[in-house]
Structures are given as structure tokens and as C-alpha cells.
């Protein structure tokens, strides 16, 4: 198989919070989320579930994109 076709999730944490589940039920659109996390705070660069690097949240237009500042030491 070609690297090229190999899949790896990518996922973004920008911060976390413990919220009752009657209360995740009731959110709709537009619900806001209080998260532990700063506006300054990296955000978290998960590879398949794995920590792999940290970013900054960057905003260009309409789009967020995460610039990566720093790639994490991965076990082999």
C-alpha cells in the first residue's frame, strides 16, 4: 500500500469541559461551551487519537485553521 493512501483521523482539542448529559441533551445550534482553556492556550493535534503536535488557532476569513508550532516526541 502507498503512503498516499494510508487514512489518518486528524482531530483539533482547543480545550475541555464536564457537562451533565441532561444538560449536552438540551443544547441546539448556536449553544456556547465553556471550555478550561485560554484564548492564548495551543490547541492540541491528535493523529488517530494520539497527541502528535500543538498549533495556534488562526482565523482566515471564514475559515480556522491551526498553524503547527511544535510536533511531539512519538513513541515507535
Not at 482566515?60 to 511544535?70: D, F, L, W, Y
Amino acid at each position: 500500500m502507498a503512503v498516499e493512501q494510508v487514512k489518518v483521523e486528524i482531530s483539533v482539542v482547543l480545550g475541555k469541559t464536564a457537562i451533565p448529559m441532561h444538560q449536552l441533551l438540551r443544547m441546539g445550534r448556536g449553544a456556547v461551551i465553556e471550555l478550561d482553556a485560554h484564548q492564548n492556550d495551543e490547541a492540541w493535534i491528535l493523529a488517530n487519537g494520539q497527541p502528535v503536535a500543538r498549533g495556534d488557532i488562526v482565523i482566515q476569513g471564514e475559515k480556522i485553521c491551526v498553524s503547527v508550532t511544535r510536533t511531539l516526541q512519538t513513541a515507535a
